[in-house]
T-cell receptor, first 111, second 116 residues
Framework: GENVEQHPSTLSVQEGDSAVIKCTYS??????FPWYKQELGKRPQLIID?????GEKKDQRIAVTLNKTAKHFSLHITETQPEDSAVYFC??????????FGAGTILRVKS | GAVVSQHPSRVICKSGTSVKIECRSL??????MFWYRQFPKKSLMLMAT?????????EQGVEKDKFLINHASLTLSTLTVTSAHPEDSSFYIC????????????FGPGTRLTVL
């Protein structure tokens, strides 16, 4: 089955700097890759997603890149703000079916 | 749009009792709902996929007789934790997909289960 690895497990950045979180997946048939932000005790919130027919997608300060050949995808957050502090999860699935999540990254933005 | 609710948000029960958690899609019909479990400071683990009108598909290692899933309508799926024990204490989150052709899953707010 699918296996998703996520790095780093924790990431501290200074406010205004960029943050990059990387994930790799094992199932070459996976074609949908969402990223979620989760605050303590709350539901995961979709922040951006990408499908396998696209190499890059951007939404304001957030971007995701996908390398299908290498089977890895990355989340980029620019101009980080304290409110970006949270746990971020990547996930992979085939056609939006069962999502397999990465282990998560605790992002701390220091002001 | 695409709002998913869960009830209750928190439940504390005694060991040996059963607990039912409801997951509702409020403004859309969900043919497929998913149930996840999340331990503190850990990732979400898929427990089962719930399809309206048919039996749920459980992930490997998830006891189907312990975690009963019913998806009786296009807007409601329930998870019943039977004979709960302290090790079942966890954060249970459901999600729903709008349509088979639409990838995004919308998550409920989660239910914090504590078994004493």
């Amino acid at each position: 089955g699918e296996n998703v690895e996520q790095h780093p497990s924790t990431l501290s950045v200074q406010e205004g700097d960029s943050a990059v979180i990387k994930c790799t997946y094992s199932d070459s048939a996976s074609n949908y890759f969402p990223w979620y932000k989760q605050e303590l005790g709350k539901r995961p919130q979709l922040i951006i997603d990408i499908r396998s027919n696209v190499g890059e997608k951007k939404d304001q300060r957030i971007a995701v890149t996908l390398n299908k050949t290498a089977k890895h995808f990355s989340l980029h957050i620019t101009e980080t703000q304290p409110e970006d502090s949270a746990v971020y999860f990547c996930a992979a699935s085939r056609n939006g079916n069962k999502l397999v999540f990465g282990a998560g990254t605790i992002l701390r933005v220091k002001s | 749009g695409a709002v998913v609710s869960q009830h209750p948000s928190r439940v504390i029960c005694k060991s040996g009792t059963s607990v039912k958690i409801e997951c509702r899609s409020l403004d859309f019909q969900a043919t497929t709902m998913f149930w996840y479990r999340q331990f503190p400071k850990k990732s979400l683990m898929l427990m089962a996929t719930s399809n309206e009108g048919s039996k749920a598909t459980y992930e490997q290692g998830v006891e189907k007789d312990k975690f009963l899933i019913n998806h009786a309508s296009l807007t409601l799926s329930t998870l019943t934790v039977t004979s709960a024990h302290p090790e079942d204490s966890s954060f249970y989150i459901c999600s729903a997909r709008v349509a088979e052709t639409y990838n995004e899953q919308f998550f409920g707010p989660g239910t914090r289960l504590t078994v004493l």
